[in-house]
Every structure is written in C-alpha cells, then in structure tokens.
C-alpha cells in the first residue's frame, strides 16, 4: 500500500538547510494498523505529509495506494484519506455541509455525497450536531468529526496525524474504538502517528520508530520489546554489600546498583527470576523483595537513542 | 474541463451556503457600497462633470479590489486551521480551489452590483446595457486574479497571518487612491499621474468608466481588458506554484 524509498526533505531556515526527513525506506501491506511513533520533531509529520501529497520531496520516491506521489498525485490523493494534526473542519461551515462538501471535492455525485454524510453522522454519533458549526463542539466530537471526512469517499488507506492528541482520556477511548470499528467494517490500510506510548504499544500491529529524520526500529511492538529492550527485574537486599554481591552475579545481563536496589535487564524474567533467586540463595544473599516488569516502548526507544521519548516530549 | 468546473461549483457551493444560511451578513455587505456611493457621489456631484456615470464604475472597481482581500483573508483562516489542509489533500482542482473560492465574493458583488445601479438610475445614471455588462465580465476576470495573489499572499503569510495584514493594509489604500477610483488623477500633479500610469489597476479603472458611458469602442477598454486578463494569468500561476511547493 505504501512503498517509499529514500524519501528526504530539507527544509530552509534562514539559508540554513535542516534535513527534517533523511532517506526513509519504507513498506505498508493492505490492512496493516501502522503506528509511526517518535519525539516531536523527529520528522513523523514531514514523513505523513510528503506521503499525502502535501509536500513535495526533496529526494526520493514513493508510491502510495498505487500511485506515484510525483508523477500521479492526484491519483494519490483520490485513493486515500488524510486526517490532519489540526480539524478539518470548517469555522464558519455546518458539521453536515462540510461531510458533504467532502464527499463532492472526490466528485461524489450531490445525492451520494448526501447519503454518505447522513452515514457517517450515524456511524461516529455525530447525527444530533449535525447543523452546529465546529466552534461548538468538544475536542472529541471534532476529531470525529475529523475522521468522518477522512472516510466519506471510503479510501483503501487512511493516514491520522496525531489523532488522540489533546484528547481527554475518555475522548481518546471513544476515538479509539471508531477508528477499529471503522477497520473492521471497511479493512481501511491505517498509517497514523502518535507520541502517545501505550497507545501505539496497545493498538497498532506494527511500529515503526523515527528519530532525527530516520527510521531506527520497525516491528511488532511485542518483538520490539523483546529483541531491543527486555524484561526488568527489580530485588532488594537487606544491605548494600549484599546488593553489590547480588549485582556480581548476573553474568551476562545488563544491571545497574543503587543502594540495596539492584535492576537487570533479561530477554525473559519468568525464567530469569527464580534461577537467579536461587543462585542469590545458594551464596546466602537475603533478597528482601522480588519484582519483573515487561519493558514499554520507551524502553526500547531508551535503549536505541539513549534518550527517553517522554522527556522532550509534552503533548501540545 | 469538466471536472474543473464541477470542482469550481464544489466550492463555489460550499463558501456561499453559509451566506445563504445566514442573509443578515449579506444584507450588511450590501449597505456598505451603497454608503459610500451616495456619501462620496453627492459630494462630488457636479465637481466631474455627471457624477454617477463617472462615480459607479469606480465604486465597483473598488468593490473588486476589496473583495478578493475578503476572500484571501478567509482562506487564510483556513490554512491557519486545519481545513485547507484537509481541502488540499482531496482530488479538487488547484485552479478550481482558487477560482471557486473568489467568485463567491464576486457574486455577492454583482449583487452590489445590480443593487448600485438601480438605485443610481432615478439619479442619473444612464444605463448602456452592453457596457455594464462587458465592464462587469472585465471586474469578474480581475476578481479572479486579484482573489488568486490574495491567495498566495495568504499562504505566504501562514503561519503567523501578519505579512497579509501589512501588506493588504500598505498596499490596498495607495492602489485604490492612485487608480483615480473616488478622486479624479488628472488633475493630480505630474509625478501623482506618472505612478498612476505604472499601476495597472488604472487601466481598468479608464476601461470601466468607457464601458458604463457606452463608449464601446474606446481605445483604453482594451488597455483595461488586456490588464485585467495579466493579472488574472499572473495570479492563477503564482497560485498554482504555491499549493504545489507545499502549504
């Protein structure tokens, strides 16, 4: 569905040239829920919109749902849909108008673009706003609203920029469940950006991991973890001399000390843990308190760039 | 072609529904030419010769100047939300997205339009049917062109929106007063009527004051119609360049 290869742009900023995407290679079957994951920053947004047909490359090609995002971008665009950072919704135009609208600008016919609108206000329960203008809506109804544009011509693939963000916890739950009904009635192609963690982790089948422009993880988030983070284990000792001999015996494993508190990292901490309380047992090191944890997304974006994507990143 | 103008019609409908579905905005605009037409044009009754036939043009080539600023001013709005961007991705028409969006605030001003010139007939104003006419297609040409730079100045001006404020308040003011549209230039000194010849606005200004008086044969209509239809070519192609290079 989407095929990218080497795709670049730099960006000018007082004839300083900023490379905001660098060379990204990319692959999307049909029917995949992709989530492209990274800080503010690291390009998600330049990626999405050069995809979209919204900003030329600077180098590189793509092909998106078929078409060549160079050659063919009007092809491009009549086969997929786009739900921005920003509402799509017009201030001064009805909730109705503006579906409508929509379905005509993919040259719906007046009554089929009708028919849809009344659709979609049905499927994201947006009928009883159907005549109120987008000022008047809470941020969850708009951003349904926002998705309902993206489908009325019922697109093979769908780009969401951001579409939780800013969003109540709530919002965010109802949001969430129309954009999976919606998959499973259509079998929509999703490609969406987030930088919320869980939401990525929980959701999507596949994350792909940009940082500084590039792509620096692709997979499941659960491979993810395994191969590029593991699991946690936590004890504590009743001494610090004891938590520095428990440290020494982690053979191969990743581990940190702080005061009585010893972490480890290991591929498998079911496995891991008691083998290693036994060994602590066996040298008579009294281990006060035992815990494993599995490791997030984070963990694993820790683990690539040495940085936290929760540190620099406070949702807008 | 065909889809160019279904995607003209697209937005064409959808900038002129909210108008329709709340006329008390559009009465206003309605009222404001007229203030001036009959504030101005009384004032200068007599002082060039018959006002209305000299004064109705000019407030309607005003009209058209203003109008397109409107029209940029709320795309701006848009693309400072997210629905040009969401347009933008559609299959629409760049050219149509430009058009359709201008010749709502055209239509509303031929509107204006009828609504001036009846109401100047009981006070003078001598009607040449044909002249109106061309003179009105000539004004919807510069609409369009003039609506497509307001355009490119708009997404020039995104993110902040302040580079469309300064310059429609610099240059819109120099533009209309130079143009001889509610002062006669000829009687200006001699540097006034030179920079008046360099601005284009001018010519139609002269076509149009040709047209309304019959004078359908006068050299400076084509001189009007040949700036109207640069500016139109201009501003269609910048605009087109624009959305292509990224909004």
């Known amino acids: 569905m989407i095929h990218a290869r080497g795709l670049t742009r730099v960006f000018k900023l007082k004839k300083e040239a900023v490379e905001a995407v660098r060379g990204i290679d990319l692959d999307v079957e049909a029917g995949q829920l992709v989530a492209f994951l990274g800080p503010n920053g690291a390009g998600k947004s330049t990626t999405l919109r050069m995809l979209t047909t919204l900003l030329p490359p600077t180098s590189g090609t793509a092909t998106v749902a078929g078409r060549d995002i160079a050659h063919d971008p009007a092809g491009v665009r009549a086969r997929i849909g786009y739900v921005g950072q920003k509402n799509g919704a017009g201030e001064n135009f009805r909730v109705r108008d503006e579906l409508v609208t929509h379905g005509r600008c993919y040259g719906l016919a007046p009554a089929e673009a009708s028919r849809r609108a009344d659709e979609l206000l049905d499927l994201l329960d947006l009928r009883p706003l159907a005549h109120r203008k987008p000022g008047t809506l809470s941020g969850g109804q708009r951003r349904r609203l926002d998705i309902a544009l993206g489908l009325v011509h019922r697109p093979e693939l769908l780009f969401l920029d951001e579409p939780s963000t800013g969003l109540d916890p709530k919002s965010r739950a109802e949001v969430w469940s129309h954009i999976l009904r919606l998959r499973e009635a259509y079998g929509t192609t999703l490609f969406l950006t987030t930088h919320y963690l869980e939401e990525a982790d929980s959701m999507a089948e596949r994350v792909v991991i940009i940082d500084n422009g590039g792509i620096i993880a692709d997979g499941t988030a659960e491979g993810l973890k395994n191969d590029l983070a593991g699991d946690r284990i936590t004890i504590t000792t009743a001494t610090e001399q004891e938590a520095a001999t428990a440290a020494g015996m982690t053979g191969e494993a990743a581990v940190e000390v702080e005061g009585t508190t010893v972490r480890l990292r290991v591929a498998n901490a079911a496995t891991a843990l008691p083998e290693y309380l036994r060994t602590l047992e066996a040298i008579g090191v009294k281990v006060a308190t035992a815990e494993t944890a599995r490791p997030t997304l984070d963990d694993v974006f820790l683990t690539l760039t040495g940085r936290s994507l929760t540190d620099d990143d406070i949702p807008t | ?247």
Request: aromatic share 8%; net charge positive.
């Open chain 2, 1 to 247: 072609m065909t889809t160019f103008l279904r995607d003209t019609a697209t937005v064409f409908t959808r900038e002129i529904t909210p108008a329709l579905r709340e006329p008390a905005g559009l009465l206003f605009s309605m009222g404001q030419p007229l203030l001036f037409l009959f504030l101005f044009g009384s004032l200068l009754d007599g002082a060039v010769g018959s006002s209305w036939q000299w004064f109705v043009p000019g407030i309607l080539v005003m009209m058209s100047l203003t109008a397109p600023m409107s029209s940029g001013y709320l795309m701006l709005v848009e693309l400072l939300g997210g629905s040009m961007e969401r347009l933008m991705v559609t299959p629409l028409n760049r050219t149509a997205m430009l058009v359709g969006r201008t010749m709502k605030e055209m239509a509303v001003l031929l509107c204006q339009a009828v609504l001036i010139i009846l109401l100047a007939l009981p006070l003078g104003f001598r009607l040449y049917p044909a002249g109106v006419l061309a003179g009105l297609a000539m004004l919807i040409v510069l609409g369009v062109g003039l609506g497509a730079l307001s355009f490119v100045l708009a997404i020039k001006s995104a993110p902040s929106g302040n580079l469309f404020y300064v310059v429609t308040q610099v240059v819109l003011f120099p533009v209309l007063l130079l143009s001889g549209v509610l002062l006669p230039v000829e009687t200006g000194p001699a540097w006034l009527r030179a920079v008046g010849q360099l601005n284009p606005i001018s010519y139609i200004v002269e076509a149009q004051r040709a047209l309304f008086a019959g004078d359908l044969t006068n050299l400076s209509i084509l001189y009007g119609t040949a700036a109207a239809c640069l500016i139109a070519a201009l501003g269609l192609w910048l605009g087109n360049r624009a959305m292509r290079r990224g909004v």
